[in-house]
């Protein structure tokens, strides 16, 4: 009984020297993710805010985003975060990119006004039976032609998400693409990014 009380200390300070490590290390990769995008000609995929239950139909009236209730509370007050993020890093975004879905299109609108964002369908991932671990064309084709001063910026599901990346993004995390190493190769991911 008297070896717990001599060991609990010793399992504190182990937990707070973890704590101490990795919470520089998140900040520094968050800091090195921002610098990056400070110079310019990225690409940056960002999954649509929180939703309600279990989202929308695989098959959704993608024209009908004033009648479905797209993003939760939560949702609308991370989407708008997100955009004063970019704001607050005078980070240039050329051009917003969403999916069609109403999720998407909320994120994109309230992060970044409704007049900034362009929906596309190759963004849709899971729509019409598409393989979700499949990158269309159209999107590679995309990061290979941007050549902006500043960034591009596409919000989309997670499962394309995965697709490009190789892992699920969390929720409020960008991930930093840029062109693969041969022309018509899947987009390379350089970095990480927090946002939320």
Do not use: K
Not at 185 to 196: C, G, K, T
């Amino acid at each position: 009984m008297n070896l717990i009380p001599r060991r609990w200390p010793l399992a504190v300070t182990l937990a707070m020297a973890i704590v101490a490590v990795t919470l520089p290390a998140r900040s520094h990769a968050t800091e090195a993710a921002w610098a990056r995008l400070a110079q310019g000609g990225y690409t940056i995929l960002l999954g649509y805010s929180r939703t309600p239950g279990d989202g929308e139909p695989l098959r959704p009236d993608l024209g009908d985003c004033d009648t479905r209730e797209a993003l939760t509370d939560r949702g609308i007050q991370a989407a708008r975060r997100i955009g004063m993020r970019f704001a607050a890093r005078a980070v240039s975004i050329n051009q917003v990119y969403s999916g069609e879905f109403c999720r998407a299109v909320e994120t994109a609108e309230l992060a970044f006004g409704s007049r900034a964002v362009e929906t596309v369908p190759y963004l849709n991932s899971i729509v019409g039976g598409a393989d979700p671990n499949e990158i269309p064309a159209e999107l590679i084709r995309a990061v290979e032609e941007f050549d902006g001063a500043g960034n591009q910026l596409m919000i989309t599901h997670p499962a394309l998400i995965r697709a490009i990346s190789g892992t699920t993004p969390r929720i409020g995390e960008a991930i930093i693409i840029a062109r693969g190493v041969n022309p018509g190769d899947p987009p390379r991911v350089v970095n990480r990014l927090l946002l939320d």
